[in-house]
Protein backbone atom coordinates (compact mmCIF):
# COMPACT_ATOMS: atom_id res chain seq x y z
CA UNK A 1 0.00 0.00 0.00
CA UNK A 2 2.77 2.23 1.04
CA UNK A 3 4.95 1.92 -2.47
CA UNK A 4 1.28 1.99 -4.13
CA UNK A 5 0.65 5.33 -2.68
CA UNK A 6 3.93 6.77 -3.18
CA UNK A 7 3.56 5.71 -6.98
CA UNK A 8 0.02 7.96 -7.43
CA UNK A 9 2.19 10.68 -5.27
CA UNK A 10 5.02 10.86 -8.07
CA UNK A 11 1.97 10.65 -11.07
CA UNK A 12 0.21 13.69 -9.37
CA UNK A 13 3.21 15.27 -9.15
CA UNK A 14 4.32 15.08 -12.15
CA UNK A 15 1.12 16.01 -14.02
CA UNK A 16 0.37 19.21 -12.22
CA UNK A 17 3.65 20.26 -14.65
CA UNK A 18 1.17 20.07 -18.04
CA UNK A 19 -2.04 21.77 -16.73
CA UNK A 20 -3.60 24.94 -17.96
CA UNK A 21 -4.67 25.40 -22.10
CA UNK A 22 -2.22 27.16 -24.69
CA UNK A 23 -4.24 29.79 -26.02
CA UNK A 24 -2.61 29.34 -29.67
CA UNK A 25 -3.27 25.54 -29.67
CA UNK A 26 -6.50 25.84 -28.25
CA UNK A 27 -8.15 28.12 -31.09
CA UNK A 28 -6.20 26.57 -33.63
CA UNK A 29 -8.06 22.78 -32.21
CA UNK A 30 -11.22 24.79 -31.98
CA UNK A 31 -10.97 26.19 -35.52
CA UNK A 32 -9.86 22.62 -36.99
CA UNK A 33 -13.14 20.80 -35.22
CA UNK A 34 -15.43 23.47 -36.07
CA UNK A 35 -14.42 23.97 -39.49
CA UNK A 36 -14.41 19.99 -40.36
CA UNK A 37 -17.72 19.66 -38.83
CA UNK A 38 -19.43 22.53 -40.72
CA UNK A 39 -17.84 20.90 -43.90
CA UNK A 40 -18.87 17.77 -43.22
CA UNK A 41 -22.62 19.35 -42.71
CA UNK A 42 -22.42 21.24 -45.67
CA UNK A 43 -21.53 17.85 -47.92
CA UNK A 44 -24.21 16.34 -46.37
CA UNK A 45 -26.84 18.53 -46.98
CA UNK A 46 -25.22 19.12 -50.78
CA UNK A 47 -25.39 14.99 -51.16
CA UNK A 48 -28.89 15.02 -50.14
CA UNK A 49 -29.92 17.84 -52.22
CA UNK A 50 -28.59 15.69 -55.16
CA UNK A 51 -30.07 12.17 -54.32
CA UNK A 52 -26.27 10.58 -53.61
CA UNK A 53 -28.30 9.05 -50.40
CA UNK A 54 -24.52 6.60 -50.46
CA UNK A 55 -22.02 9.32 -50.38
CA UNK A 56 -24.55 10.79 -47.29
CA UNK A 57 -24.07 7.51 -45.35
CA UNK A 58 -20.38 7.62 -45.68
CA UNK A 59 -20.14 11.27 -44.10
CA UNK A 60 -22.54 10.81 -41.22
CA UNK A 61 -19.75 8.77 -39.53
CA UNK A 62 -16.60 11.12 -39.37
CA UNK A 63 -19.65 13.75 -38.78
CA UNK A 64 -20.14 11.85 -35.36
CA UNK A 65 -16.71 11.63 -34.83
CA UNK A 66 -15.25 15.43 -35.30
CA UNK A 67 -18.61 16.09 -33.12
CA UNK A 68 -17.14 13.26 -29.91
CA UNK A 69 -13.94 15.43 -30.81
CA UNK A 70 -15.98 18.50 -30.01
CA UNK A 71 -17.96 17.35 -27.29
CA UNK A 72 -14.17 16.86 -25.38
CA UNK A 73 -13.54 20.68 -26.16
CA UNK A 74 -16.95 20.92 -24.51
CA UNK A 75 -16.18 18.82 -21.38
CA UNK A 76 -12.64 20.39 -21.25
CA UNK A 77 -14.54 24.10 -21.05
CA UNK A 78 -16.09 22.96 -18.66
CA UNK A 79 -13.45 22.01 -16.26
CA UNK A 80 -11.70 25.20 -16.96
CA UNK A 81 -8.46 23.80 -18.59
CA UNK A 82 -9.40 24.85 -22.37
CA UNK A 83 -8.40 28.98 -22.13
CA UNK A 84 -6.35 30.90 -18.95
CA UNK A 85 -10.10 33.01 -19.08
CA UNK A 86 -13.03 31.58 -17.41
CA UNK A 87 -15.32 33.52 -19.42
CA UNK A 88 -13.86 32.40 -22.87
CA UNK A 89 -14.18 28.53 -21.37
CA UNK A 90 -17.58 29.40 -20.70
CA UNK A 91 -18.63 31.25 -23.80
CA UNK A 92 -16.90 28.38 -25.90
CA UNK A 93 -18.94 25.95 -23.66
CA UNK A 94 -21.90 27.34 -24.46
CA UNK A 95 -21.32 27.38 -28.37
CA UNK A 96 -20.36 23.67 -29.01
CA UNK A 97 -23.67 22.15 -26.65
CA UNK A 98 -25.79 23.32 -29.40
CA UNK A 99 -23.95 21.56 -31.61
CA UNK A 100 -23.53 18.80 -28.28
CA UNK A 101 -27.12 18.96 -27.57
CA UNK A 102 -25.89 18.81 -23.64
CA UNK A 103 -26.18 21.67 -21.75
CA UNK A 104 -23.26 23.65 -20.97
CA UNK A 105 -23.86 24.84 -17.20
CA UNK A 106 -25.60 21.33 -15.54
CA UNK A 107 -23.70 19.47 -17.34
CA UNK A 108 -20.13 21.33 -16.55
CA UNK A 109 -21.21 21.07 -12.47
CA UNK A 110 -22.86 17.45 -12.55
CA UNK A 111 -19.36 15.94 -14.15
CA UNK A 112 -17.74 18.07 -11.77
CA UNK A 113 -19.21 16.67 -8.47
CA UNK A 114 -18.51 13.41 -10.24
CA UNK A 115 -15.01 14.07 -10.47
CA UNK A 116 -14.54 14.78 -6.89
CA UNK A 117 -16.35 11.74 -5.69
CA UNK A 118 -15.52 9.11 -8.42
CA UNK A 119 -14.81 5.78 -6.36
CA UNK A 120 -15.98 6.84 -3.21
CA UNK A 121 -19.03 4.50 -1.84
CA UNK A 122 -20.27 6.95 0.08
CA UNK A 123 -20.99 9.86 -2.52
CA UNK A 124 -22.62 8.59 -5.40
CA UNK A 125 -25.20 9.59 -7.59
CA UNK A 126 -24.61 12.74 -9.78
CA UNK A 127 -22.65 12.83 -12.51
CA UNK A 128 -21.86 8.97 -12.89
CA UNK A 129 -23.05 5.65 -13.53
CA UNK A 130 -25.13 4.26 -10.74
CA UNK A 131 -23.37 1.46 -9.20
CA UNK A 132 -24.54 -0.52 -6.31
CA UNK A 133 -22.84 -2.92 -3.96
CA UNK A 134 -24.05 -6.51 -3.87
CA UNK A 135 -25.36 -5.91 -0.15
CA UNK A 136 -27.04 -2.79 -1.21
CA UNK A 137 -28.86 -4.72 -4.37
CA UNK A 138 -29.53 -7.40 -2.39
CA UNK A 139 -31.37 -5.81 -0.15
CA UNK A 140 -33.04 -3.71 -2.30
CA UNK A 141 -37.19 -4.35 -3.19
CA UNK A 142 -38.16 -6.48 -6.15
CA UNK A 143 -39.13 -3.63 -8.09
CA UNK A 144 -36.08 -1.86 -7.26
CA UNK A 145 -34.19 -4.65 -7.77
CA UNK A 146 -35.71 -5.22 -11.54
CA UNK A 147 -35.15 -1.49 -12.54
CA UNK A 148 -31.63 -1.65 -11.26
CA UNK A 149 -31.44 -4.50 -13.48
CA UNK A 150 -33.34 -2.94 -16.42
CA UNK A 151 -30.86 0.53 -16.42
CA UNK A 152 -27.53 -1.73 -16.39
CA UNK A 153 -28.85 -3.77 -19.25
CA UNK A 154 -25.87 -3.53 -21.89
CA UNK A 155 -28.95 -2.39 -24.13
CA UNK A 156 -30.08 0.07 -21.96
CA UNK A 157 -27.19 1.41 -20.65
CA UNK A 158 -25.28 1.50 -24.00
CA UNK A 159 -27.32 1.60 -26.80
CA UNK A 160 -30.84 2.88 -25.78
CA UNK A 161 -29.65 5.41 -23.18
CA UNK A 162 -26.90 7.64 -24.22
CA UNK A 163 -29.26 9.03 -27.42
CA UNK A 164 -32.54 8.91 -25.57
CA UNK A 165 -30.42 11.07 -22.48
CA UNK A 166 -28.74 13.36 -24.91
CA UNK A 167 -31.44 13.90 -26.92
CA UNK A 168 -34.25 13.71 -24.90
CA UNK A 169 -33.83 13.61 -21.11
CA UNK A 170 -31.54 16.39 -21.56
CA UNK A 171 -34.47 18.33 -22.42
CA UNK A 172 -35.81 18.76 -18.86
CA UNK A 173 -34.38 19.13 -15.33
CA UNK A 174 -33.32 15.72 -14.68
CA UNK A 175 -29.66 16.01 -14.62
CA UNK A 176 -28.86 14.26 -11.85
CA UNK A 177 -28.58 10.17 -11.73
CA UNK A 178 -31.68 7.43 -10.74
CA UNK A 179 -31.16 7.42 -7.20
CA UNK A 180 -30.98 3.54 -6.68
CA UNK A 181 -28.24 4.16 -3.85
CA UNK A 182 -29.11 6.15 -0.63
CA UNK A 183 -26.27 8.31 -1.05
CA UNK A 184 -27.90 9.96 -3.81
CA UNK A 185 -26.45 13.61 -3.85
CA UNK A 186 -29.25 15.95 -6.49
CA UNK A 187 -28.09 19.23 -7.74
CA UNK A 188 -29.90 22.42 -7.05
CA UNK A 189 -33.13 22.16 -9.69
CA UNK A 190 -33.29 25.66 -10.05
CA UNK A 191 -30.07 25.91 -11.41
CA UNK A 192 -30.63 23.03 -13.65
CA UNK A 193 -34.16 24.26 -15.10
CA UNK A 194 -31.71 27.79 -16.38
CA UNK A 195 -28.97 25.97 -17.64
CA UNK A 196 -31.57 23.78 -19.72
CA UNK A 197 -34.04 26.20 -20.53
CA UNK A 198 -31.37 28.57 -22.37
CA UNK A 199 -29.90 25.64 -24.22
CA UNK A 200 -33.43 24.44 -25.30
CA UNK A 201 -34.08 28.19 -26.59
CA UNK A 202 -30.95 28.13 -28.69
CA UNK A 203 -31.76 24.91 -29.95
CA UNK A 204 -35.27 25.74 -30.87
CA UNK A 205 -33.48 29.18 -32.90
CA UNK A 206 -30.78 27.53 -34.26
CA UNK A 207 -32.49 24.61 -35.64
CA UNK A 208 -35.48 25.89 -36.40
CA UNK A 209 -33.95 28.68 -38.38
CA UNK A 210 -31.60 26.03 -40.24
CA UNK A 211 -35.64 24.10 -41.18
CA UNK A 212 -37.13 27.31 -42.45
CA UNK A 213 -34.25 27.25 -44.54
CA UNK A 214 -34.12 23.44 -45.65
CA UNK A 215 -37.26 21.81 -44.25
CA UNK A 216 -37.37 20.05 -40.95
CA UNK A 217 -36.93 16.51 -42.11
CA UNK A 218 -34.04 17.18 -44.03
CA UNK A 219 -32.08 19.03 -40.85
CA UNK A 220 -33.52 16.25 -38.86
CA UNK A 221 -31.82 13.62 -40.86
CA UNK A 222 -28.38 16.08 -41.02
CA UNK A 223 -28.23 16.53 -37.40
CA UNK A 224 -29.70 13.81 -35.55
CA UNK A 225 -27.43 10.81 -36.54
CA UNK A 226 -24.22 12.27 -35.63
CA UNK A 227 -25.49 13.06 -32.45
CA UNK A 228 -27.05 9.83 -31.72
CA UNK A 229 -24.02 7.79 -32.91
CA UNK A 230 -21.84 10.49 -30.85
CA UNK A 231 -23.75 9.58 -28.16
CA UNK A 232 -23.37 5.99 -28.34
CA UNK A 233 -19.70 6.60 -28.53
CA UNK A 234 -19.48 9.03 -25.80
CA UNK A 235 -21.64 6.57 -23.58
CA UNK A 236 -19.27 3.99 -23.92
CA UNK A 237 -16.34 5.85 -23.18
CA UNK A 238 -17.96 6.97 -20.21
CA UNK A 239 -19.01 3.58 -19.23
CA UNK A 240 -15.44 1.90 -19.63
CA UNK A 241 -13.27 4.16 -18.13
CA UNK A 242 -14.68 3.63 -14.57
CA UNK A 243 -16.65 0.40 -15.06
CA UNK A 244 -13.87 -2.60 -15.06
CA UNK A 245 -13.63 -5.67 -12.97
CA UNK A 246 -10.20 -4.11 -10.96
CA UNK A 247 -11.86 -0.49 -10.87
CA UNK A 248 -11.50 1.40 -7.43
CA UNK A 249 -14.32 1.82 -4.98
CA UNK A 250 -13.66 3.03 -1.44
CA UNK A 251 -15.83 3.95 1.74
CA UNK A 252 -15.38 7.77 2.73
CA UNK A 253 -12.65 7.70 5.20
CA UNK A 254 -10.90 5.06 3.36
CA UNK A 255 -11.15 6.81 0.05
CA UNK A 256 -8.46 9.17 -1.29
CA UNK A 257 -8.62 11.43 -4.45
CA UNK A 258 -5.26 10.84 -5.92
CA UNK A 259 -5.72 7.05 -6.16
CA UNK A 260 -9.48 6.67 -6.88
CA UNK A 261 -8.03 9.17 -10.50
CA UNK A 262 -5.19 6.43 -10.97
CA UNK A 263 -6.71 3.23 -9.89
CA UNK A 264 -10.58 3.54 -10.63
CA UNK A 265 -9.85 5.28 -14.52
CA UNK A 266 -8.94 3.37 -17.17
CA UNK A 267 -6.07 3.71 -19.34
CA UNK A 268 -8.33 3.07 -22.77
CA UNK A 269 -5.80 2.44 -25.50
CA UNK A 270 -6.94 3.15 -28.94
CA UNK A 271 -5.92 3.01 -32.16
CA UNK A 272 -4.44 6.57 -33.19
CA UNK A 273 -7.37 7.12 -35.35
CA UNK A 274 -9.83 6.46 -32.47
CA UNK A 275 -7.87 8.29 -29.77
CA UNK A 276 -7.65 11.14 -32.22
CA UNK A 277 -11.24 11.46 -32.97
CA UNK A 278 -11.92 10.79 -28.85
CA UNK A 279 -9.38 13.62 -27.48
CA UNK A 280 -6.70 11.48 -25.77
CA UNK A 281 -10.02 10.89 -23.05
CA UNK A 282 -8.50 7.35 -23.33
CA UNK A 283 -6.01 8.74 -21.23
CA UNK A 284 -8.47 8.91 -18.65
CA UNK A 285 -6.28 8.21 -14.96
CA UNK A 286 -4.15 11.53 -15.94
CA UNK A 287 -7.79 13.61 -16.66
CA UNK A 288 -9.25 13.20 -13.57
CA UNK A 289 -5.97 13.06 -11.29
CA UNK A 290 -5.79 16.92 -13.36
CA UNK A 291 -8.02 17.61 -14.88
CA UNK A 292 -7.02 20.94 -15.69
CA UNK A 293 -4.53 18.90 -18.42
CA UNK A 294 -6.30 19.84 -21.82
CA UNK A 295 -6.81 17.22 -23.71
CA UNK A 296 -4.15 17.90 -26.14
CA UNK A 297 -1.97 17.88 -23.64
CA UNK A 298 -2.66 14.84 -22.29
CA UNK A 299 -0.44 12.24 -24.39
CA UNK A 300 2.63 14.56 -23.59
CA UNK A 301 2.21 14.12 -20.33
CA UNK A 302 2.02 10.50 -20.71
CA UNK A 303 4.91 10.04 -22.54
CA UNK A 304 7.29 11.77 -20.09
CA UNK A 305 6.51 9.58 -17.50
CA UNK A 306 7.93 6.04 -16.56
CA UNK A 307 5.51 5.86 -13.78
CA UNK A 308 2.48 6.43 -16.20
CA UNK A 309 3.95 4.15 -18.84
CA UNK A 310 3.84 1.17 -15.95
CA UNK A 311 0.38 1.28 -15.01
CA UNK A 312 -2.13 -1.13 -16.60
CA UNK A 313 -3.63 -0.80 -20.16
CA UNK A 314 -6.96 -1.62 -21.38
CA UNK A 315 -7.26 -2.78 -24.91
CA UNK A 316 -10.58 -2.46 -27.14
CA UNK A 317 -11.00 -6.29 -26.73
CA UNK A 318 -10.24 -6.24 -23.21
CA UNK A 319 -12.91 -3.77 -23.04
CA UNK A 320 -15.73 -5.51 -23.95
CA UNK A 321 -15.67 -7.99 -20.82
CA UNK A 322 -16.74 -5.12 -19.02
CA UNK A 323 -20.14 -5.17 -20.14
CA UNK A 324 -21.41 -7.30 -17.55
CA UNK A 325 -20.05 -6.04 -14.62
CA UNK A 326 -23.19 -4.40 -12.86
CA UNK A 327 -22.44 -4.43 -8.84
CA UNK A 328 -19.29 -3.93 -6.35
CA UNK A 329 -18.07 -7.03 -4.58
CA UNK A 330 -16.84 -5.15 -1.57
CA UNK A 331 -15.74 -8.36 -0.11
CA UNK A 332 -13.97 -9.35 -3.60
CA UNK A 333 -12.94 -5.98 -4.42
CA UNK A 334 -13.72 -5.88 -7.96
CA UNK A 335 -16.77 -5.55 -9.93
CA UNK A 336 -18.95 -8.49 -10.90
CA UNK A 337 -21.93 -9.41 -12.75
CA UNK A 338 -25.21 -10.21 -11.33
CA UNK A 339 -24.40 -14.03 -12.28
CA UNK A 340 -21.29 -14.20 -10.17
CA UNK A 341 -23.44 -12.29 -7.15
Not at 261 to 267: K, R
Request: glycine fraction near 8%; aromatic fraction near 12%.
Amino acid sequence: MTDQRALVERIATHCETYKGGIASRSMGQTALNLGLYAGLVAAMFVSLSYGAYWLFALLTLPAAGILTRLFTVQHDCGHGSYFQSRAANNRLGQLISVLTFTPYGSWRDAHNRHHASSGNLSRRGVGGIDTLTVAEFKGLSPWKRFAYRVYRNPLVILLIGPPLYIVLMQRLPLAGALPFAETYIPLETRYIWRSVLALNIALVAFYGGLAMLFGPGTVALVFLPPVVMAAWAGGWLFYVQHQYEDTYWEEGKEWNFQEAAVLGSSYYELPAVLQWFTGNIGLHHIHHLCSLIPNYRLQECFDSSEDLKSLPRMSLGQSLKSVPLSLWDEEGRKLISFKSA
